[in-house]
């Protein structure tokens, strides 16, 4: 297939709905070929080691602004480029930086800014911090610019971006990784590791939610035709599970998806989009412009995956009714369950363990034995890192972990910690739930986005 050139996303992004339903019926869930001499494939990938990383920030936003902050606390990181599509926020990058006492980051604005910045030799690696409409485009320019390219959430929006993505990394050799933060949450972390030294014995499935009430913060976006027509715009004309990696993310690396097994297929089911509009029409007034956008984008959704190896993951997502932000994140296998519930209510951990072959569990591990076992199965890199991710903040520390992880596998020659083929398979959850949402939750299949590298593919992984 085309390696989707930015000419091509736009007609998609125009075509929209339309053009889901025919790569449906194109792609499904197709084997497709491994990948030609010369486009090899980047399981294990090792880029070149990086002594310093040159990095560009596109898009200083909310989550830019972030991200800017905390790379000029990155050891090994220098921001030497900044981009929005306004130019006073590209300038704001830039005040950031020196405050930080670095050299003043070129700024490039506009809406070919990016672009320059990709071709002005200035950066080994981009952080895309713009809103989801134009992931895609962006990240597709900077990998076909030989350039490791780190991408916000949800990554791209369509099963044609996402094996584009693939493609373009794999021949361009590079990195391609989703910035998936809720990954390096601390209790997250500790439930990945305990998965993967096998405490739970065999998994048979994983279930997780993103709760986080947005509609305040949508609120004022609504008062902004800036923001309404960039990531908002995209549940106006699509539904489904539009933001899938924060569930998705860290129970796919406990139950070592794309290492040893893959997503197979999924359904989804959603409640009907009303309270967006509900929302805007009660604050803004029933005449208010944008009290008249209608959004199509479920209020609630409830995703179930099978994997090839006959486990289960059941994801759900919810931003618009008032409740505490909530993550959470349970695994359960032959020997016990471990439940994760993070931030918003108190972060909490559950943990039951048969000791005995039919002796049942009656009750969570308590006390010192639950602080016994959170200890055995702490994140290295919290053990070692963790106070100053704390200090520096973004989520709790956990942005800064992520940051902290990726540049130093690249300044030390290992491969990170999510690849590309994580990417391309989390990203592909907005398109293929979609679909399944309009019609009757039937079954959608999964690509192999590894194209059978995943049997190979050791388990394991972070740290
Ligand atoms: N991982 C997390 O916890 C987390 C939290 C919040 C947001 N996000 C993600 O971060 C991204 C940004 O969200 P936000 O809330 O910061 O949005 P935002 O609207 O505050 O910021 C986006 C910025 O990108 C700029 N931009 C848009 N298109 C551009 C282009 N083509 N070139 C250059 N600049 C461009 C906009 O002008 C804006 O300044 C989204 O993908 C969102 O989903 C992730």
Redesign the pocket.
């Not at 981009?83 to 306004?86: P, R, T």
């Not at 910035?179 to 809720?182: A, E, G, I, R, T």
């Given at each position: 297939m085309k390696t989707g050139s930015t000419a091509d996303i736009g007609r998609r992004e125009f075509l929209g709905r339309a053009a889901w339903a025919v790569t449906a019926a194109a792609m499904g869930g197709a084997a497709k070929a491994a990948p030609a001499p010369g486009e090899a494939s980047l399981v294990g990938f090792v880029a070149p080691k990086l002594e310093k990383i040159r990095v560009g920030v596109?898009?200083?936003?909310?989550?830019?602004?972030?991200a800017v902050r905390r790379l000029c606390k990155v050891p090994g990181v220098e921001v030497t480029a900044v981009?929005?599509?306004?130019e006073d926020?590209?300038k704001k990058g830039q005040d950031m930086v020196k405050k930080a006492g670095f050299r003043e980051p070129k700024a490039?604005?506009?809406?070919e800014?990016?672009k320059r910045l990709c071709e002005s030799g200035l950066v080994d690696a981009v952080h895309?911090?713009?809103?989801?409409?134009?992931?895609a485009?962006?990240a597709l320019y900077s990998l076909k610019c030989a350039i490791h390219t780190f991408?916000?959430?949800?990554g791209v929006r369509s099963i044609d971006e996402a094996w584009a993505v693939v493609e373009t990394a794999e021949k361009n050799r590079c990195h391609c990784m989703m910035?998936?933060?809720?990954c390096y949450d601390e209790d997250a972390m500790t439930l990945i590791n305990a998965a993967h030294a096998g405490i739970l014995g065999e998994l048979m499935h994983g279930e997780s939610c993103y709760l986080h009430e947005t509609r305040d913060?949508q609120g004022q976006?609504f008062l902004s035709r800036?923001?309404i027509f960039?990531?908002l715009a995209a549940l106006i004309d699509h539904t489904g599970m539009c933001?899938c990696?924060?569930p998705l993310a860290p129970i796919s690396l406990a139950m070592n998806i794309n290492r040893g097994d893959r997503l197979d297929y999924l359904v989804s089911v959603g409640s009907k989009g009303f309270a967006w509009q509900e929302f805007a029409r009660r604050k803004f007034g029933p005449d208010a412009p944008v009290s008249k956008i209608s959004f199509e984008a479920n209020d609630f959704n409830t995703t179930t995956i099978s994997t090839v190896n006959g486990k289960t993951i059941e994801l759900r997502q919810c931003n618009n009714c008032p409740m505490p932000y909530t993550r959470f994140y349970s695994i359960y296998g032959f020997n016990g369950t471990i439940a994760t519930q993070s931030r918003g209510l108190q972060p909490s951990m559950r943990v039951a363990i048969e000791k005995t072959l039919g002796g049942g569990v009656k009750s969570f591990l308590e006390g010192k034995e639950l602080d016994a076992f959170k200890e055995k199965y702490r994140s290295a890199l919290w053990k070692k890192t963790g106070d100053t991710a704390k200090k520096v903040g973004g989520?709790g520390g956990m942005?800064y972990l992520m940051d902290l992880r990726w540049s130093h596998c690249i300044r030390n020659g290992l491969p990170l910690d999510m690849s590309v083929y994580d990417f391309a398979t989390w990203s592909s959850i907005f398109e293929l739930s979609e679909r399944s949402v309009r019609n009757r939750s039937q079954a959608q299949d999964i690509p192999d986005f590894t194209r059978g590298a995943w049997k190979t593919t050791p388990p394991g992984g972070l740290l």
């Open positions: 596109i898009g200083v936003g909310g989550r830019g602004s972030g981009c929005d599509l306004i926020r590209a490039f604005a506009g809406p800014g990016y895309i911090n713009t809103n989801w409409t134009s992931h485009e962006i991408v916000e959430v949800p910035l998936s933060n809720c913060r976006a800036e923001k960039s990531s933001y990696v924060h989520h942005d």
